[in-house]
């Protein structure tokens, strides 16, 4: 099963900016569609977004759209996330997420769809 790390999160003011990663095990992450949840305090796990094995399809939740861009470099075994304006309400823990398969199948948003899971970093978004 491929390992999955994240990183790159922290505390943030509103309106700034973050970007995580997360570092793929194995080579066979190429293979993989790939996907970010975060769940806050109290809150179920919710899709972010997603990206198929080559980045020819992406997809993101409408609380995200036109501020986080997903994309993924194949090379480097890695899945990252630019969050620019962030606010308040993107407070959570981000997990990065596999599924082995090239495209999503149409499920990207169902967590159980995923097959490997990384263990999560935090961003907190101050007002």
């Known amino acids: 099963q491929v390992q999955l790390v994240e990183s790159g999160g922290g505390l943030v003011q509103a309106g700034g900016s973050l970007r995580l990663s997360c570092a793929a095990s194995e080579r066979t992450f190429s293979n993989y569609f790939m996907g970010w949840f975060r769940q806050a305090p109290g809150k179920e796990r919710e899709f972010v977004s997603g990206v198929s094995w080559n980045g020819d399809s992406t997809a993101y939740a409408d609380s995200v759209k036109g501020r986080f861009t997903i994309s993924r470099d194949n090379a480097k075994n890695t899945l990252y996330l630019q969050m620019n304006s962030l606010k308040p309400e993107d407070t959570a823990v981000y997990y990065c997420?596999?599924?082995?398969?090239?495209?999503?199948?149409?499920?990207?948003?169902?967590?159980?769809?995923?097959?490997?899971w990384g263990l999560g970093t935090q961003v907190t978004v101050s007002s």
């Open positions: 997420a596999a599924k082995y398969q090239r495209y999503s199948g149409g499920d990207y948003l169902n967590s159980r769809s995923y097959d490997a």
